[in-house]
């Protein structure tokens, strides 16, 4: 059901501003049980994410994983809890903070640069609220999820389309799909796993572990699993892979379902009963790192890997910060915002004010 909150206050001749909005998946407002219950339900309530007919999701979800689930992932947050928040909230804050002096260094001082979580706080509602009170009546959305699927990407746009539902004067809206092929993300990847290599040398795979779904969503046509696949030869080619060392990898499977293979862990165990020794291991599919990343890979796979017989399970955490990957977020959003760069010399104030006073002549009250 939709949301509805009161519309955003108008003010006539405001400043009109271009707005940028990064969005990335969410997390809990803190490591606890109590905190991650209604992040939970709010995630496995989304029917992007979860696609089981309500009737039957709603009793398993209430009465069994809200009752369970909690007090399990609170303990694995914990274990990677940052200072400011969890790690994909300080990292999601930093990448919005970094890419507004690069786009004023471009010229774009004015633009409004905002970020917020599709799951928990802050959320995309109350964002664009406050960016629609900012003056912006031009929005780019920036889903941070480089492979398109209709559960992140698809699920981010709902929500945008759904906190529009009670704006009067709706702003003109941009967003960018995916970004799974272009050159600078690829090569942003390829330099973090040159640097690595440089500095731990090489192990004997190159394994890129993709968030995974359930099978089902491809064979109904969601382009995740191609996307995911696209990137990881991209990646294999700047790297001058042979086709041996780099293999893809599905983590995070949830429920009996099959989902994308081969599995990550699995993969990983397997591998090292079989006598590999030592493992690079990637998430290409997040922009920053997080509880999937952190403590399912580098946590619980290495330990998988080396109780299995594997002798050396090195991590490359995702790109965050790294300044290659910020200067390509910030091409990206230049790219993607086309003509708004040049039109806005077009918008002065002298316009604005001759229209503000027009409108109080004309009776209005703001």
Not at 167 to 184: F, V
Not at 269 to 298: H, K, N, Q, W
Request: net charge positive; with cysteine; charged share 25%.
């Amino acid at each position: 059901m939709a949301r509805y909150r009161p519309e955003p206050a108008h003010t006539h001749g405001q400043t009109p501003r271009t707005g940028v909005l990064l969005v990335n998946l969410g997390s809990p407002e803190a490591p606890t049980a109590k905190a991650l219950r209604p992040y939970l339900k709010q995630f496995l309530s989304d029917t992007r994410v979860v696609e089981i007919p309500k009737l039957i999701w709603w009793p398993i979800l209430n009465l069994i994983i809200l009752n369970t689930r909690p007090a399990k992932s609170a303990e694995k947050y914990a274990s990677i809890w940052m200072d400011g928040g969890s790690p994909l909230r300080v990292h999601t804050e930093r990448q919005a903070k970094l890419l507004t002096g690069h786009l004023g260094e471009a010229g774009h001082k004015d633009w409004i640069v905002r970020w917020a979580m599709r799951y928990g706080e802050p959320s995309i509602g109350r964002t664009l609220d406050e960016m629609r009170s900012l003056g912006c009546d031009r929005i780019l959305v920036v889903p941070l999820y480089p492979q398109y699927a209709g559960s992140t990407t698809g699920s981010v746009m709902d929500e945008v389309a759904r906190s529009l539902l009670s704006w009067r004067n709706l702003p003109e809206m941009r967003y960018i799909r995916s970004y799974h092929d272009q050159a600078g993300y690829i090569e942003s990847l390829a330099a973090s796993v040159r640097r690595h290599w440089q500095h731990n040398g090489q192990g004997e795979h190159l394994i890129l572990s993709f968030h995974g779904v359930p099978r089902q969503t491809l064979d109904k046509g969601d382009p995740y699993h191609c996307e995911c696949h696209k990137t990881a030869r991209l990646l294999s080619e700047a790297l001058g892979d042979d086709g041996k060392r780099v293999k893809v990898t599905f983590q995070s499977r949830f429920g009996k379902a099959e989902w994308l293979q081969p599995y990550t862990q699995p993969t990983l165990e397997a591998m090292a009963r079989d006598g590999v020794r030592s493992v690079d291991v990637m998430c290409p599919g997040f922009s920053s790192d997080c509880l999937e990343t952190l403590e399912e890979i580098a946590m619980e796979c290495k330990e998988a890997f080396l109780s299995n017989g594997g002798k050396q399970f090195n991590y490359i955490p995702c790109l965050n910060e790294d300044a290659a990957w910020i200067q390509h977020l910030t091409d990206l959003v230049l790219a993607h915002a086309g003509n708004w760069r040049t039109e806005d010399v077009r918008r002065g104030t002298s316009d604005r004010s001759v229209g503000a006073e027009h409108a109080r002549k004309l009776g209005a009250k703001h």
